[in-house]
C-alpha cells in the first residue's frame, strides 16, 4: 500500500491535479474540500486511491474530529500537503475592498492551515515520521499592491512553514513549502465570485503563466526525497517569454 496524503483544497486546481500526480504514483490520498460534488467526480476518476472528505478548514471543530472521523485504514497519514486557499474580493487597494472578505482570507489561508495542521501532527509524531507541506505563494516574499490581504495571509502561511521547521528540527517530520506564483486556474473567478469575464481578462494580462500541472510535480518532487532530504522551500516563477 502506498502512503497515505491528506490534501487540501483538493476539489479544483492545484490541489485536483496533485491528487491525480499522486494517484497515478502509487500514493493513496484523502482529498479534503468544500464541494462534494466535485470530490466525487474525482472520486470516480482516480478510483479507491481516492477518498473524498468533504470539510470546511474554517470549521473548527469538524477539523479537530478530521482524523477520528477517518475510517481506521485511512488514518495513518504519511503526509500532509495544505493547499485549501482563497481570496475572495482580492485585488483592489486596500481601503477599497470588504473588511470582511479580508478577515475570511486570513481564515482560510492562516487558520485553516493552523487547525488542519495541528490535527495531523500528533499522530505523525507518534508514529515517528511525516511531512508537512504548504503550499503558500511566491507573493508571500515579493509583494505587489492591491492585494493586501491575501499577501498578509500567505507571508502568515510562510512563517508558519520556517517556524515549524525549527519546531520538527530534532524530530523525523519534514516541513516543506511551495511558493508558486500566478498559475492559470480557477481561483480568479472564485475571487470575483464566479465571474469568469474578469478572471480571464486578469489572466490574459499577463505575458506567461505558471500551470497547475507544473505545481504539483513541484509538490510531487518534494515527497520523492530520500528520508535524508528535506526540500525546505520551492519558489516557482513563470519564465518570461
Known sequence: MGEIVLL????????????????A???RVIGAA????RLDALRAELGEAFLPVTLDVNDGPATARLVD?????WRDIDVLINNAGADVGGRARFDEGDVEDWVATIEVNVNGVIRVTRAVVPGMLARGRGQIVIVSSLSAVEPFA????????????????RALRHDYAATP????EILPGTARSEFAATRWRGDTAQADAFYDAFPSLLNVESIA?????????????????IRMAPTRR
Not at 487540501?8 to 499522486?22: F, N
Not at 468544500?34 to 460534488?37: E, F, Q, T
Not at 510535480?217 to 522551500?233: G, K
Request: charged share 25%.
Open 8 to 23: 487540501t483544497g483538493a476539489s479544483a486546481g492545484i490541489g485536483a491535479e496533485t491528487a491525480r500526480q499522486l494517484v
Open 69 to 73: 472521523d477517518l475510517p481506521a485504514e
Open 217 to 233: 510535480r513541484a509538490i510531487v518532487f518534494s515527497l520523492d526525497q530520500p528520508e535524508n532530504v528535506t526540500i525546505a522551500e
Open 173 to 176: 517530520l519534514k516541513v516543506t
Open 25 to 27: 504514483g502509487g500514493r
Open 146 to 161: 492591491d492585494d493586501g490581504a491575501y499577501i498578509a495571509a500567505k507571508a502568515g502561511a510562510h512563517g508558519l512553514a
Open 34 to 37: 468544500r464541494r462534494a460534488d
